[in-house]
């Protein structure tokens, strides 16, 4: 089992910058690849941003290339997401999730966290 919690989220004025954090425990986090994904009110669940246990690949949706970053510390059991440039679209809640493959689709990811609210303002 994994537990996973996100935070980091809030109220952000369009153009400006968030950083998520999600912390994991339980199974060895170093072992599982991370995603980000997002789900707006009446929406489904997107894909955001993925990252390979070894930090070597990541991979990004086309909506949010060139103004997000995904990364991850091992040592401290955590995963990133940098949020620069912020739109109102960006309005989503916030999850992170962790799968044995790297992965786009929420169906091959096991464990998520609760969620975190982005709310971009314009």
């Known amino acids: 089992q994994v537990q996973l919690v996100e935070s980091g989220g809030g109220l952000v004025q369009a153009g400006g910058s968030l950083r998520l954090s999600c912390a994991a425990s339980g199974r060895i986090f170093s072992s599982y690849t991370m995603g980000w994904f997002r789900q707006a009110p009446g929406k489904e669940r997107e894909f955001v941003a993925v990252?390979?246990?070894?930090?070597?690949?990541?991979y990004y949706a086309d909506s949010v290339k060139g103004r997000f970053s995904i990364s991850r510390d091992n040592a401290r059991n955590t995963v990133y997401l940098q949020m620069n440039s912020l739109k109102p679209e960006d309005t989503a809640v916030y999850y992170c999730?962790?799968?044995?493959?790297?992965?786009?689709?929420?169906?091959?990811?096991?464990?998520w966290g609760q969620g975190t609210q982005v709310t971009v303002s314009s």
């Open positions: 990252i390979s246990w070894d930090d070597a690949i990541t």
């Open positions: 999730a962790a799968s044995d493959l790297l992965a786009v689709t929420t169906i091959q990811y096991h464990y």
